[in-house]
Structure formats: structure tokens, C-alpha cells
T-cell receptor, first 116, second 113 residues
Framework: AQKVTQAQTEISVVEKEDVTLDCVYE???????LFWYKQPPSGELVFLIR??????QNEISGRYSWNFQKSTSSFNFTITASQVVDSAVYFC?????????????FGSGTRLSIRP | EAQVTQNPRYLITVTGKKLTVTCSQN?????MSWYRQDPGLGLRQIYY???????DKGDVPEGYKVSRKEKRNFPLILESPSPNQTSLYFC????????????FGEGSRLTVL
């Protein structure tokens, strides 16, 4: 069965520090997709990134970067030079490729607080 | 503007009084899904639909019903709400069932007394 673990319930750092949010997943499929979503204090859920299981290249988008390692079943998210606006709950998610079913499983989330 | 619209946004009701949370998307997405968000549990999938007239259970379907008679609408029905269904509910849609990014509604906070 698929499972997503975000072991860090809450993280608090001072502005401008780098911070890494961990995500470990379990799946029996060889084809799957991983996602990160952001939920700021206003409550909406915002898509950040999608990565398929065949693409292990790291991704960088501005201050955000993602490290996908199939060997450790991890898809970690790093924010460089954090800012107060990065304060949010971040969710990692997994979906397995199966045309007959489509469950997208979310982790329990990591609440990130950036202190000024 | 592309969006997923949920109504109501806030609702307080009593045990046993049937209610429906509506969800509508204007992006012609085939895939739609309902989630509930509870502290410490993240987002849990209730039901999903891969197309019109095709629905299936997620991880926590007990106490809920859905229907998908039109592509744009995916209402969530609580036939006899109970206090353990007090939660924050999100509707989401996507262009592809398992590969596309999810577009979420703004959420519906439901309290069952």
C-alpha cells in the first residue's frame, strides 16, 4: 500500500536560514508521481511541483529546490534563504499510475514557521 | 478565471440533518476528488471521480456519498452527519486522474453538533 511520511510535524527557523522538509514514501509501483503542496495561513492549497518516478533530476525554482532519491524513497524540499512568506503547512503527496484507480495520498504535513 | 468553487464555506449543523456541499469546476477537468483535513492527519481522500458517472471510494468514505452527473459538478453528501465528520473539506480537480496537479477549492469548514 502507498504511504507518505512527513516526520517533521513543525519546524521553526529564523528568516534567511535554509530549511529542508523531509518526505519519505512507500509504494509497490514502479511508475508513480510525487507532489508538494503549500497551505499558507489563508488556508488555500497551492501546487508547487510534480515529479514522476523516472525523473530523478533535482529541480530548482528560485529559492525552492527538490531532491528526489529513489534509493531512499525520499522527495525532500529545501527552501534557501527562507522568508516570512514561506510560513505555511507543506504537504507531500504520492499517486500511483493505475488507469483503474487513482488514489492520491498525502502526508500529514509539516508546519513551517519563519521568524523575522 | 479557472477555479474550483465550493459551497457553503462555513456550516454549523446538528447530528442527523442531511447536508450537501457543492463543488463546481470550470476547467473541463475529468478528475475530481474530495478530501477532509484534520489536525495531525493531513488530507485524506473521501471519494474521487475519474469521469462522469464514474466514482470510487478513497480512504475514508464512510458516512459520505457523491455523485457525478455532470463533468463540472461533484457534490459531497452527508446523509446523516455525526460529530466525527466535523472537519475542513476540500474539493479538487485535475486534467488527469493521477498525473496532473490538483486544483483545490477554498475549503468548507463543517461543524456537526
Amino acid at each position: 500500500a502507498q504511504k507518505v511520511t512527513q516526520a517533521q510535524t513543525e519546524i521553526s527557523v529564523v528568516e534567511k536560514e535554509d530549511v529542508t522538509l523531509d518526505c519519505v514514501y512507500e509504494t509497490r509501483d514502479t511508475t508513480y508521481y510525487l507532489f508538494w503542496y503549500k497551505q499558507p495561513p489563508s488556508g488555500e492549497l497551492v501546487f508547487l511541483i510534480r515529479r514522476n518516478s523516472f525523473d530523478e533530476q533535482n529541480e530548482i525554482s528560485g529559492r525552492y529546490s527538490w531532491n528526489f532519491q529513489k534509493s531512499t524513497s525520499s522527495f525532500n524540499f529545501t527552501i534557501t534563504a527562507s522568508q516570512v512568506v514561506d510560513s505555511a503547512v507543506y504537504f507531500c503527496a504520492l499517486s500511483e499510475y493505475d488507469s483503474s484507480a487513482s488514489k492520491i495520498i498525502f502526508g500529514s504535513g509539516t508546519r513551517l514557521s519563519i521568524r523575522p | 478565471e479557472a477555479q474550483v468553487t465550493q459551497n457553503p464555506r462555513y456550516l454549523i449543523t446538528v447530528t442527523g440533518k442531511k447536508l450537501t456541499v457543492t463543488c463546481s469546476q470550470n476547467m473541463n477537468h475529468e478528475y475530481m476528488s474530495w478530501y477532509r483535513q484534520d489536525p495531525g492527519l493531513g488530507l485524506r481522500q473521501i471519494y474521487y471521480s475519474m469521469n462522469v458517472e464514474v466514482t470510487d471510494k478513497g480512504d475514508v468514505p464512510e458516512g459520505y456519498k457523491v455523485s457525478r452527473k455532470e463533468k463540472r459538478n461533484f457534490p459531497l453528501i452527508l446523509e446523516s452527519p455525526s460529530p466525527n465528520q466535523t472537519s475542513l473539506y476540500f474539493c479538487a480537480s485535475s486534467w488527469a486522474s493521477d498525473t496532473g496537479e490538483l486544483f483545490f477549492g477554498e475549503g468548507s469548514r463543517l461543524t456537526v453538533l
